[in-house]
């Protein structure tokens, strides 16, 4: 079902040392223990994934419990030592993303889903919430690809032969994604750097 | 890639790709890099200050909580996949009871029905079982794990 790892030696490298094996294997007993701490382990990786991915709360959400269901059906037939677990289910993860994203193109909106949630911490304060949006917009204006390698290197804090093998892409080529996309949204965030002029007030000079 | 000589321009250019934090270059030029770094730590501020900067704001962005309730419907969906749920102790007891009605019902009603029963009580058991013991709390890898 899924495309093998573009480094297949690395790939069985970490896989020897699968942190999610046992946990996985337990669940697939349904060990209701083992599911309760597989759902701490993973959803929030999930929903990371997704959010970053699509910019929208609820797809989100969507995409994170379609990826879960996915791994309780996979879990009872789990082969260990093929891949690690956590690669396999952001493939899931970031498959379901490419669905939607591809049924976004098909048809078009009027404007891209744009929730940055929930909303600040109270002890946060408004200008991180600014900042956070800010961000958060600019990674949804990076080229799916470009925010593909941001997000699974950066957020996800994939190695980069996971990260690469997962987008079916040399690190070679990864880094080059991973610059162009970093040197994007530094240059849409450049007003906000210390001592930067501030946005809509004119340049300089 | 790992023949590469290590020099500030090489260096400027994994931190543009990879970030700030040397641990999450690539393997094969981890160890050139740190050498490098520690030989030219003014140079490697410099070629390290827009990575972290724009490390920071990448770190600014919302994070998106799980929600209670998105937590229970992942953990009821691993009844309706399929995943044959022990029953957890704190609630065995009722499923002992359940499982009586079951059969008492079967009696009453035939068996086919009965046994449709006992599937509907028991499919419902195993998601209280799950979602009972995510109600514990304090339960967390260490815990499930040793």
């Given amino acids: 079902m899924f495309g093998r790892p573009a480094c297949p030696e690395g790939d069985r490298l970490v896989a020897a040392t699968d942190p999610d094996e046992e946990l996985l294997r337990r669940v697939g007993q349904g060990d209701p223990a083992a599911i309760q701490a597989m759902v701490g382990r993973k959803l929030p990786r999930m929903l990371a994934l997704a959010y970053r991915m699509l910019g929208d709360a609820v797809e989100a959400e969507d995409v994170a419990q379609e990826a879960m269901l996915r791994a309780w059906k996979q879990a009872p037939r789990w082969r260990p030592g093929q891949a690690r677990f956590d690669t396999w289910l952001h493939r899931v993860g970031l498959n379901l993303c490419y669905d939607r994203l591809r049924r976004r193109r098909e048809v078009p909106t009027a404007m891209p889903p744009d929730r940055p949630d929930p909303g600040p911490a109270p002890d946060r304060g408004l200008l991180a919430a600014e900042l956070g949006a800010r961000v958060h917009r600019a990674l949804q204006a990076l080229p799916q690809r470009q925010r593909e390698a941001v997000v699974l290197c950066h957020y996800q804090e994939l190695t980069n032969i996971e990260a690469a093998g997962l987008m079916e892409v040399s690190v070679e080529a990864l880094e080059s994604l991973l610059s162009r996309g970093r040197r994007t949204l530094r240059l849409s965030l450049a007003d906000l750097a210390p001592g930067a002029e501030p946005a809509g007030e004119g340049g300089r000079g | ?146």
């Fill in chain 2, 1 to 146: 890639m790992n023949a590469r000589r290590m020099t500030e321009g090489r260096i400027a250019e994994l931190a543009e790709a990879w970030g700030g934090d040397v641990r999450r270059w690539p393997e094969g030029e981890r160890e050139a890099a740190r050498a490098w770094i520690e030989a030219h730590p003014d140079a490697a501020d410099r070629a390290l200050f827009e990575a972290r900067q724009t490390d920071a704001a990448l770190d600014a962005a919302p994070r998106l909580a799980v929600s209670a309730a998105l937590r229970d419907r992942v953990i009821a969906s691993a009844v309706g996949a399929g995943l044959r749920v022990r029953a957890a102790w704190p609630g065995l007891r009722r499923l002992l009871w359940l499982g009586g009605a079951g059969w008492a019902a079967a009696a009453c009603a035939g068996v086919v029905f009965g046994a449709t029963l006992s599937g509907h009580l028991a499919l419902e058991r195993q998601v209280e079982a799950v979602l009972d013991l995510a109600s514990m709390t304090g339960l967390d890898d260490t815990a499930v794990l040793g």
